[in-house]
C-alpha cells in the first residue's frame, strides 16, 4: 500500500470517527499525523469557501452588487466550479458541524425515540435508534428547545397538523400552541436547519387558530427549506363576509393565522418554500437583517402576502434584503385548501389589506430578481415606506407584475428597475364575485408605477415594458428638484383608463414631484397626449404580439421597430412567462 493510499484511508477512518463520536488514537508515524493535520486545516478552509451544496449558487452565480444608478449593468460573473468530491463535502459537513434529527411519521415522542436516525419507531422500549414522528418533539410549543443551534432538523415525506391536538401539544391551547422559536445557529456558516428530507416535499398544516407555523423570533443563521406551509381552512381572519370569515370561538377550526413569523432575526435562507392559504398572512417578518428567499411561493393569503409589520417603530430592516426567483399571488383572498382556489377576494375599503408585499418604515438594501407577482388585491410589492434614507435602495430585475388591484410596483427612494414587465390591469377583480369595493379598484391612481421620492434620490427606470388602465403608467410624488429620474429603454403602451375608458393613461404623471426627470431612447405609444418626451419614438406601433390589456403579450411581432432594441424587455417578458408560468405552487389564474 503507498503512503497517499494509507493516507486517505486514515483520513476516511478519523472522519469516520468523528461522525460516529469516537477517534481511532493508535500510534501513527509523525509524518502521518502533520499530512492528516495539513488535510484537516485545508479542508476546513475548502469548506469555509464552499456553499452547502443542497443551497444551491446562492453565493456564486449571481453578482449581488448594484451597479451606479446610472451605469449600465455588468453581465452577471460565471459560476464557480464547486468540488462534490466526498473529503470536500466531508470537509464542509465538519465545518458545519451541529448535528442531524429525523423526522417522519411512523417515528416515536421523545421518551421512545432519540430523533437521530431515519428509522421507524418499532414499538421496543429499549431501542430508542428512531426518528420523531412531529416536528413538535423537536420544537415544542411549551418547552425547551431538543435541538441546538447548529443542528438540522430532516422532516420526511407526510402531512403534520401544526396546532392543537398535534403530538406534543399537551399543555397548549389556540393561538399559543405553534412550534417554539427556532434555535439561532452559531455562526453563517454553521446555521440551524429545518429542511424536507431528500425527494420529501412535507406538508405543515397550521389548525386551531394557531399564531404562526413556523417561529423566527429572535433567530439567527437560520436555512428553511423544502416545505409547504398551509392550513386546511377555507376562511380569512376577521373578513366581512361571515360566510367566509374564520371561527374567533373554540373548536377555532382548521386554520392558523401566519405561515412564517419573525422578528429581530438575521442571516436566514428561506429557499424552496410554498406558503399558501394561511387566514391571514403568508410571512409576518420585519426588524430583518440580512435575508435571502430563494425560489419561495407565497400565495392565497387571506390579509397579504408579506406583511412587514411587527411593531410600529420596531419593524425597520437592514443589511441585504434578497428575494430571487419568487411567486406572490392573489394575496388578499382567502383559498380552497382541497382545490387551491382563490375566493372571497377583498380589500382595504372593507377592510382587509391586499398587499403582495408591504413593509413599515424600513431601511435595507432590497434586491428583487425573476418575481412573478400578480393578483393582489392592494399594491403587488409596495416600498412606499422605505426611510429614504441614502444608503437605502431598490433594485428590481426581470419582474413581471400584473392584475394586482393597486401599483403594481412602488418605491420610495433610490430605486432601479430594469428588464421587466409591469402590467397595470388594477380593474381585474371588478370582473369577478368578490366582496371588493369600487374604492379597492385601481387606488392610489392605479399607476403601474409608482415612484415616492426624497431629497437627492437617484432613480433608474430602464428596458422595462409597461402599460396599464391606472391614470398613468409612471407617477412620481413628493421629493424636491435635487432628485433624478432617468428613463430609458422603456416601451410605454397606453390603454383606456378605468375610472374614465374615453382617456387613455399618461406616459408620466408628477404630483408635486420636481424632480430633474431625462428621457433616453423610450418608445411612447398611444399615451394621454403629453407631447414626445426627450428622443422618444412617438408615432409608431411597437407591433407587440398583443397590446390589449387583458391579453397582454409585450412579445414584438416580426419587423417591430423595437425587437433589436439593446435590454429590450421581449425576451425578458417571454423568458418570465414561460418560467413563471410553471413555477412550483403557482396558483396563476388569469
Given at each position: ?207 386551531g387558530g394557531a399564531r404562526r407555523v413556523i417561529d423566527l423570533d429572535n433567530s439567527a443563521n437560520v436555512e ?69 428567499l430563494e425560489r419561495v411561493a407565497i400565495n392565497a393569503n387571506g390579509r397579504a402576502g408579506w406583511d412587514g ?282
Amino acid at each position: 500500500m503507498d503512503g497517499m493510499t494509507a493516507l486517505r484511508r486514515k483520513w476516511a477512518a478519523l472522519l469516520g470517527g468523528l461522525r460516529a463520536g469516537r477517534i481511532d488514537c493508535s500510534p501513527s508515524p509523525v509524518w502521518e499525523i502533520g499530512a492528516l493535520a495539513l488535510l484537516i486545516a485545508l479542508g476546513l478552509v475548502a469548506a469555509r469557501m464552499l456553499p452547502d451544496e443542497s443551497v444551491g449558487e446562492r453565493a456564486w452565480t449571481r453578482a449581488d452588487s448594484t451597479p451606479g444608478m446610472f451605469d449600465a449593468v455588468a453581465s452577471p460573473r460565471p459560476a464557480m466550479a464547486r468540488d462534490h468530491s466526498p473529503i470536500a463535502r466531508a470537509a464542509t459537513a465538519a465545518a458545519r458541524g451541529g448535528t442531524t434529527y429525523y423526522v417522519r411519521p411512523d417515528g416515536g415522542d421523545a421518551d421512545q425515540c432519540d430523533g437521530k436516525h431515519d428509522a421507524p419507531h418499532r414499538g421496543s422500549s429499549r431501542d430508542r435508534a428512531c426518528a420523531w414522528s412531529h416536528p413538535f418533539v423537536a420544537l415544542p410549543p411549551a418547552g425547551r428547545a431538543r435541538i441546538d443551534g447548529g443542528d438540522t432538523l430532516s422532516i420526511g415525506r407526510g402531512e403534520y397538523m401544526m396546532g392543537e391536538g398535534a403530538p406534543g401539544t399537551a399543555g397548549c391551547v389556540g393561538a399559543n400552541c405553534h412550534m417554539s422559536a427556532v434555535p439561532s445557529g452559531p455562526s453563517p456558516q454553521r446555521p440551524t436547519r429545518i429542511v424536507a428530507a431528500k425527494g420529501a416535499r412535507p406538508v405543515l398544516w397550521g389548525s386551531g387558530g394557531a399564531r404562526r407555523v413556523i417561529d423566527l423570533d429572535n433567530s439567527a443563521n437560520v436555512e428553511i427549506a423544502g416545505l409547504e406551509i398551509t392550513d386546511r381552512s377555507d376562511c380569512a381572519a376577521g373578513h366581512s363576509d361571515k360566510g367566509a370569515a374564520c371561527r374567533t370561538e373554540p373548536p377555532h377550526g382548521d386554520w392558523a393565522r401566519t405561515g412564517l413569523y419573525a422578528r429581530n432575526s438575521r442571516n436566514v435562507l428561506l429557499r424552496d418554500l410554498r406558503i399558501h392559504g394561511l387566514a391571514h398572512t403568508g410571512i409576518n417578518a420585519g426588524a430583518l437583517r440580512d435575508w435571502t428567499l430563494e425560489r419561495v411561493a407565497i400565495n392565497a393569503n387571506g390579509r397579504a402576502g408579506w406583511d412587514g409589520n411587527v411593531g410600529k417603530g420596531k419593524s425597520s430592516n437592514s443589511g441585504r434584503i434578497v428575494m430571487r426567483d419568487v411567486e406572490i399571488g392573489w394575496n388578499g383572498c382567502a383559498e380552497r385548501w382541497r382545490t387551491d382556489e382563490p375566493w372571497a377576494c377583498w380589500a382595504q375599503k372593507s377592510g382587509g389589506y391586499g398587499d403582495g408585499l408591504g413593509t413599515q418604515t424600513t431601511g435595507g438594501d432590497w434586491l428583487i430578481e425573476d418575481a412573478h407577482v400578480h393578483h393582489n388585491t392592494s399594491d403587488g410589492l409596495d416600498f412606499r415606506y422605505m426611510d429614504g434614507a441614502d444608503s437605502t435602495r431598490v433594485t428590481v430585475r426581470r419582474l413581471y407584475a400584473i392584475a394586482n388591484a393597486g401599483n403594481q410596483l412602488k418605491i420610495r427612494g433610490n430605486a432601479r428597475v430594469e428588464d421587466s414587465v409591469l402590467v397595470g390591469r388594477c380593474a381585474f377583480f371588478k370582473s369577478r364575485r368578490d366582496p371588493m369595493l369600487d374604492g379597492d379598484h385601481c387606488r392610489a391612481g392605479g399607476n403601474a408605477l409608482q415612484l415616492v421620492l426624497t431629497p437627492g434620490d437617484l432613480v433608474y427606470v430602464g428596458n422595462n415594458t409597461i402599460t396599464g388602465e391606472g391614470g398613468a403608467l409612471i407617477g412620481a410624488n413628493e421629493g424636491d428638484s435635487s432628485a433624478r429620474i432617468r428613463l430609458q429603454n422603456n416601451v410605454l403602451v397606453g390603454a383606456p383608463t378605468f375610472r374614465k375608458p374615453g382617456v387613455r393613461s399618461s406616459a408620466y404623471y408628477a404630483n408635486e414631484a420636481p424632480a430633474e426627470v431625462s428621457w433616453a431612447d423610450n418608445l411612447v405609444w398611444q399615451v394621454k397626449g403629453i407631447g414626445c418626451p426627450g428622443n422618444s419614438e412617438c408615432n409608431r406601433d411597437p407591433q407587440l404580439t398583443n397590446s390589449t390589456l387583458s391579453k397582454f403579450d409585450a412579445t414584438p411581432r416580426a419587423g417591430s421597430a423595437w425587437a433589436d432594441k439593446v435590454g429590450a424587455p421581449s425576451r425578458v417578458a417571454r423568458d418570465l412567462q414561460r418560467r413563471m408560468n410553471g413555477t412550483a405552487g403557482s396558483t396563476s389564474r388569469d
